[in-house]
């Protein structure tokens, strides 16, 4: 039905043949889910969901959370049923077919490597936020910002980046303990917020819930949704997991339940201390988050409200008189963020990898250092572009970017759940999606409707990203793909038997 199929035992073969140590728990799993999500979506893009739907970003919460929970529950099949590195790749790839598979990697794309660059942009707001308010210096903002948030260059977010790709082209890489300690960091800073605001809340701050209706609501839950990418990043340890087909689900469906029950009382904590309403033009005009026309109106009143500052919690509990812990919350987001771009970077890599495994991209790519032992040239690649986009553009641009080419793959697998069921009942599933056939439509319809509430200027730059990745497929990965070869992958046990053809397929 769908053509150039990679079957499922074809690729839990060459997982068997190549797979990796399988050292990973529920507990490990959850908290890498946990270190990977919490970032710069809750430490940053508080701001932004504000300017888009002031206290209703807390309906945004919930209507982001429930669409990643119901894709969740498809991912926890998929990932318990087939579990090897590739993510949402790999089981399109299973399922629906190479074209299909080709079109979530490259759309992985813009998940991975431009996420890695707003969390960057992300860091950055705290790192310069931080510097002025500990040392007293001025940092032009020239070079804090890019052309579309009033600047020229986010020289900060340039040198972060570029640091990360120095540590994965030389080896250095998180251990769980390591990655655990972070995530305390991250959960222990998040909780004195919490601790802080809570008991000072004013219920004049929720009133209006909704400035700019239901529609402003749509649009911040559509960005907003960058705060929970990341927990599919779980996925892509699968081959390095032990029983996977209990502990993938745990590991999923545990950090973002962690993840969005934090979200809500930060939310909380914002708006009940220090209010989030929208900044409006002269006109009464509604003001776009990441423009220069914002940066001028914020510059006007001095920064004074929560929907102009780059450090959003930080600048919070500032606000309510607290500046020491807000200096220490500015420290933990310093110190915790890069672990976010190094985990969102080496995903991109390991998607990168296995495309190239599959012939799709070329064998350079995977490509190894004879000193280091790491894919160098592709680390290298991802690096350049990371830094690219943090150095000219603002965290709720590429947020938003990273968002459209999530929901296609989260759309993709949640297909793929309905897809197998049908084509391959027999096959066993150690974890089953409860009533597959409301949750899998679910979050199809809640991916559709989220991709639509992005703005126009984002939906056109996936499309124009779709079409040239579809004009790279037909010049180039169609022709060279293993399985369009009629090559499959055998097990280690037959290693020395040469690849065995199959049927061609069109």
Known sequence: MFGRVKPLDAILATAEKKSLHRSLGAFQLTMLGVGAVIGTGIFVLTAEAA???????????????????????????????????????????????????WMVGWALILEYAIAAGAVSVGWSGYMIGFVQNSFHITVPLEFVRGPFDGGLINLPAMAIAAVITCLLVLGTKESATVNAVLVAI?????????????????????VPFAPLGFTGISGAAASIFFAYVGFDAVSTAAEETKNPQRNMPIGLIGSLAICTVFYMLVASGVIGTVGAQPVFGPNHEVLSPGTPALSQACAAIQENAVVCSK???????????????????????????????????????????????????????????PKFHTPHVITILTGIFVALFAAFFPVGLLADVSNSGTLFAFAAVSIAVIVLRRTDPLRHRPFRTPAVSVIAPISIVGCVYLFASLSWATIWLFVGWAVIGLGVYYAYSRSRSHVGRGLVEVHEADADIPPQPVPPIA
């Not at 209703?56 to 099949?77: N, P």
């Not at 800073?189 to 000072?200: I, R």
């Open 51 to 101: 300017q888009k739907a002031g206290p209703g970003m807390m309906l945004s919460f919930v209507i982001a959370g429930f669409v990643c929970a119901v894709a969740a529950l498809c991912y926890a099949e998929m990932a318990s049923m087939v579990p090897v590195s590739g993510s949402a790749y790999t089981y399109s790839y299973a399922v629906m077919g190479e074209l299909v598979a």
């Open 186 to 206: 991250k959960i222990a800073a998040l909780s004195l917020f919490v601790a802080l605001t809570l008991p000072v809340l004013k219920s004049g701050n929720f």
């Open 311 to 369: 450090e959003a919690l930080a600048w919070t509990l500032r606000s309510v008189g607290h500046p020491f812990v807000g200096w220490l919350v500015g420290a933990a987001a310093i110190l915790a963020l890069p672990s976010v771009i190094l985990m969102m970077m080496f995903g991109q890599t390991r998607i990168f990898f296995v495309m190239s495994r599959d012939g799709l991209l070329p064998e350079f790519f995977s490509k190894v250092h």
